[in-house]
Nanobody
Framework: QVQLAESGGGLVQTGGSLRLSCAASGNILSINYMGWHRQAPGKQRELVAGIASSGSKNYGDSVKGRFTISRDNAKNAMYLQMNSLKPEDTAVYFC????????????WGQGTQVTVSS
């Protein structure tokens, strides 16, 4: 089992920045890939950014150039630096862990609200 806990959400004005953190605990060695997802009201959950254990990164088109994902393996932590925030970035952001053995996002945090005011 892996436990994930997000922090760092909040209210920010358009153009502002926030940094989300995800603390991981448990059987971390079973995790190959981690990512940040978000879900806005009335919309499907979408993958915002992902990072492999190798360090390679992927971003959704809507956040490229504005968001940066990173991880600190020594601290079992993952981060999402969000700059130039827009009202359409408003959503609940979830930290999640992907396992190659099941080929699915098996573990999820409880989510943290990010609200960008116009």
């Amino acid at each position: 089992q892996v436990q994930l806990a997000e922090s760092g959400g909040g209210l920010v004005q358009t153009g502002g920045s926030l940094r989300l953190s995800c603390a991981a605990s448990g059987n971390i060695l079973s995790i190959n890939y981690m990512g940040w997802h978000r879900q806005a009201p009335g919309k499907q959950r979408e993958l915002v950014a992902g990072i492999a254990s190798s360090g390679s990164k992927n971003y959704g088109d809507s956040v490229k150039g504005r968001f940066t994902i990173s991880r600190d393996n020594a601290k079992n932590a993952m981060y999402l630096q969000m700059n130039s925030l827009k009202p359409e970035d408003t959503a609940v952001y979830f930290c999640a862990a992907y396992r190659m053995t099941t080929m699915s996002w098996d573990y999820w945090g409880q989510g943290t609200q990010v609200t960008v005011s116009s």
